[in-house]
């Protein structure tokens, strides 16, 4: 019986085509195997390719992670701090500092030595003042010590001088 003037394998065929079966002939079944063994490496080299698309994936997504994880990022970051000027007391050129970057300091703690030799020159010269003007006040000549004292702190700045035992005493 046919249905709309079809016969059974005009049925059969069009079953075939929507579905996309082909027939089986006699080329395909002399090379049955190769068919076969092209599928086979059709799909190992997608797996492979699959695979290593899915590694590459892998080892940049742990790549970022591992950024993300020392660095921050933003476009309105504020840094919260404390910030303590160092004034010195006095002035002068540093000859030391004893503390290294971000490290913390206590109150009391030596951060910088400032070089002194201008200070003790001072210091000379004002104590040989000082004797100065006490041999002025008992006597008219200041002692031969006051005069090596004011000697030696104008040295600090122009040279040595003698030893004070060198100086003559005739006074």
Wanted: aromatic share 2%; glycine share 12%.
């Amino acid at each position: 019986m046919t249905l709309g003037g079809r016969g059974a394998t005009d049925g059969m065929q069009d079953k075939r085509k929507q579905t996309g079966e082909e027939g089986v002939s006699e080329e395909s079944m002399d090379n049955g195997s190769n068919g076969t063994a092209e599928a086979r490496t059709r799909r190992t080299v997608m797996l492979v390719v699959v695979g290593v698309a899915l590694l590459a994936g892998a080892l940049w997504g742990v790549g970022r992670w591992s950024y993300a994880r020392a660095h921050v990022s933003t476009d309105n970051a504020q840094v919260d701090g404390h910030i303590v000027p160092i004034l010195a007391k006095v002035g002068g050129y540093v000859r030391d500092v004893d503390v290294e970057d971000n490290q913390s300091v206590h109150g009391g703690d030596i951060v910088v030595v400032i070089d002194d030799s201008e200070l003790r020159v001072k210091l000379a010269e004002a104590q040989a003042d000082l004797e100065g003007a006490r041999a002025a006040a008992g006597t008219t000549r200041p002692s031969p010590r006051a005069t090596w004292r004011r000697s030696t702190a104008r040295s600090g700045r122009h040279g040595k001088l003698p030893d004070p035992t060198a100086l003559s005493r005739s006074t």
